[in-house]
């Protein structure tokens, strides 16, 4: 089954049985918001992109990309010329290593400070190339005509109509147990959707998670 655009608004109406006019209105809301379920649950490399930019001398911010979703890994190529890759941590370890912004050297770790940028630590003491192996956000099914469609609505097309419908019930204030029937059919559809992925770990020496299942 694929899902176009349309075809996608059309089946929420149909298992809501809900025309009111504010519900059509709000529906591309609750497509990309099934849509971010998805990638937030599942890390597909076929939406994973390379950037390069430059670390900025006695700057602790890096710019992240318009499109980002999550690190894979991120590096700089160092004094020597030697590649060196950063551990990826939260905000809160990052200042609490490098309280002081003016204390600078190579980077040794990277977190999202907010939407727009990384944090480093320490602050870099120089101008580094660096290069980020990230997780992308595809274009929204919401965002082409009523006939399009997406990988998302073409592969994972059960697990977008049950998160949509999850998110629809939570408009709507539904039943907890049709509610619950949402959430188990999207949670199913999603570990199958897992296997195109891969499965992580929150430690890696290189990157924001190690292999532990190779891909199918």
Known sequence: MTFTYTQLKT?????????????????????????????????????????????????????CPSDFLAPFSLSFVDASSDHQFLDFKDADFIQTFNPDAATTGNPRYYAVFDVSNFILGPTPSASFVAELHYFYRPTSLTSGSDSGTTWLSENAEIAILYGSLMEASIYMKGEQDMMA??????????????????????????????LIRPKQ
């Open 11 to 63: 089946a929420v109406q149909d298992y809501t049985q809900n025309d009111e006019t504010s519900f059509v209105n709000n529906l591309p809301v609750f497509i990309r918001q099934a849509e971010e379920r998805i990638l937030k649950n599942v890390q597909l490399s076929l939406f994973q992109k390379n950037a390069t930019s430059t670390m900025t001398s006695s700057n602790k911010y890096l710019a």
């Open 181 to 210: 029937l949402y959430e188990k059919r999207f949670t199913e559809a999603v570990s199958g959707l897992k296997v195109l992925g891969e499965a992580k770990e929150v430690t890696d020496e290189y990157r924001t998670g190690k």
